[in-house]
């Protein structure tokens, strides 16, 4: 991929996510800077991956040709008012946005009505290079700039372009916020295994090499479905089946479907709030 010089303006867990997968993929240290009010992240960053950092926001834009924002949603306009009222010119440059529930033309009045502007919504298992991102972009938007988000965000995982800008959104109910909900799930089971007498650490095993196995199964068998590895492991009569039923009974569909679309729901809400 085209090696751009990258600044990541807030370096919290998604830029330390995205510059771990990205560093993984080859992406030259010395084109990477991190921006941060506190050193001690920053420091981390440097020791990790041999990245340059700084705690001064307009070092980094002003030396970056594709700037990430990477502050927290209600942050970023602050952030960016203090960057323009500091000097900081966007022109020539690509803004990326991880921002949950900011809209791209928000960004856009934020960032001084600068309009080159992807909007994407990763998520953390980037840091391993297993990422996945939804990206957005007003057809404005050149195709070389289009390149380089997607290419970098295929350097940390897959990558996948809504034609909607709401896609975003539920980009985030599926994939942005939907590794916690995996967590959740194996948290769950990990408490119940050791109610049932394994150590923490065995119960820990038990759920994770489980939960990695099924991924990776999933992945390793395009050709058949979730519903088909599901039957798979589900004998007629078996134990499988009452735990499923079991799940059924509980209502686990309306329970996921509730689940992403509140997550959806607040994405909205913070798109007409910030
Ligand atoms: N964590 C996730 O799973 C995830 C996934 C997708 C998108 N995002 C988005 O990524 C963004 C960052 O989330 P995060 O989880 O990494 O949060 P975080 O709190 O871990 O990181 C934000 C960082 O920004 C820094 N910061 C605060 N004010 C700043 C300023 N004025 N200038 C520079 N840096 C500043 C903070 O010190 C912090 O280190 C959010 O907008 C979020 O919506 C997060």
């Known amino acids: 991929m085209e090696h751009r010089k990258l600044a990541f303006i807030g ?5 330390r996510s995205l510059i771990s997968g990205l560093i993984q993929s080859g992406y030259p240290a010395d084109h990477i800077i991190a921006a941060n009010p506190s050193r001690p992240k920053l420091d981390a960053l440097a020791a990790d991956f041999g990245i340059c950092t700084t705690q001064n926001n307009l070092e980094a834009i002003e030396q970056a040709e594709a700037v990430v924002l990477a502050v927290k949603p209600q942050m970023m306009a602050a952030m960016l008012g203090e ?5 900081a010119r966007f022109d020539g ?5 991880i921002a949950a529930g900011i809209s791209v033309a928000r960004l856009e009045q934020m960032a001084g009505g600068h309009s080159n502007l992807v909007r994407t919504m990763p ?14 972009a007003r057809p404005h938007v050149a195709q070389a700039d289009r390149d380089y988000c997607q290419h970098m965000m295929e350097a940390v995982g897959q990558a996948l372009w809504v034609a909607e800008e709401d896609g975003i959104n539920q980009v985030i109910a599926a994939a942005g916020s939907a590794p916690a909900y995996f967590f959740l799930f194996m948290e769950a ?22 939960a990695l196995g099924a991924a990776n199964m999933v992945a390793a068998n395009p050709q058949l479905s979730l519903g088909q590895l599901r039957e798979q ?5 078996g134990t499988t089946a009452e735990a499923i039923r079991s799940f059924n009974d509980n209502g686990l569909d309306r329970l996921v479907a509730d689940a992403m679309a509140a997550a959806v729901a607040r994405a909205r809400e913070l798109e007409s709030q910030l």
């Open 93 to 97: 440059k690509l803004l990326i946005s």
């Open 233 to 237: 492991v589900t004998s007629k009569g």
């Open 83 to 87: 960057q323009l009222a500091a000097g």
């Open 189 to 210: 089971m990990a408490k119940e295994a050791e109610r049932n007498g394994f150590s923490a650490d065995e119960a820990r095993l038990l759920v994770q090499q489980t």
């Open 11 to 15: 370096a919290g867990n998604m830029s």
């Open 123 to 136: 998520n953390t298992p980037s840091l391993l290079g297993l990422g996945m991102t939804g990206l957005y």
